[in-house]
């Protein structure tokens, strides 16, 4: 395999791992937590769309029960958002791990 040839290859790849970056920000990941009391809404470029809070949680003397549900909630749906980028990510690269790529 000459160097030109890997060159080509390489641009190739970046230019589909850019394209993947961009769809990521329309990908959508939607998770629950508390048994569905709290929902969480997020983009695979990892900005948060919505939290939703069943109204019984607010009406509640509970709030660090409702802190706790709410960070389960985001960190499921930040661990989701991340698996799917890796995911599109990986079907570029092959599988090959690339440091610093995600």
Known sequence: MNIQKM???????????????????????????GGGAVKVSITGDLQV?????DPS?????????????????MNEAIRSAQQLASVKMGEVTGGMNIPGLM
């Open 49 to 53: 769309n919505s939290i939703t809070v």
């Open 57 to 73: 949680l607010l009406d509640s003397d509970e709030a660090e029960m409702v802190q706790d549900i709410l960070t389960a909630a």
């Open 7 to 33: 060159m080509k290859q390489a641009q190739q790849m970046q230019t589909k791992m850019a394209q993947v970056q961009e769809d990521l920000k329309n990908e959508v990941v939607d998770v629950s937590a």
